[in-house]
Nanobody, 126 residues
């Protein structure tokens, strides 16, 4: 599976961005998909994830109610709609996918994902 992330950019606080992660290859193996981010000088952190089997989605606490993960299986694309953006959301955002059908605790761990996109920069100005 190859993943291509896009949609990042510069936005003012309170604004919105929609990230997309287009997949190619063995996309039928994308049972779990996730978004992670890494800010300068910080470790990578989990943002959101979705499980194909039942459509359940999970979010880290700081983005709940502001971010929404969705997927268009017909287009093999995963989206991350980000609203009410804050300067602390500034980071490189990475999409990831796995053939595993994860439970929530597993979906939050980046090392469990086999496939990663190249990252897209999101910068939120105050």
């Amino acid at each position: 599976v190859q993943l291509q992330a896009s949609g990042g950019g510069l936005v003012q606080a309170g604004g919105s961005l929609r990230l997309a992660c287009a997949a190619s290859g063995r996309t039928f193996s994308m049972n779990s998909v996730g978004w992670f981010r890494q800010a300068p000088g910080k470790e990578r952190e989990f943002v959101a994830a979705s499980r194909r089997s039942n459509g359940n989605s999970f979010y880290t606490g700081s983005v709940k109610g502001r971010f929404t993960i969705s997927r268009d299986n017909t287009k093999n694309t995963v989206f991350l709609q980000m609203n009410s953006l804050k300067p602390e959301d500034t980071a490189i955002y990475y999409c990831a996918a796995s053939a595993g059908n994860f439970i929530m605790s597993t979906m939050m761990i980046g090392d469990n994902y086999e496939y990663w996109g190249q990252g897209t920069q999101v910068t939120v100005s105050s």
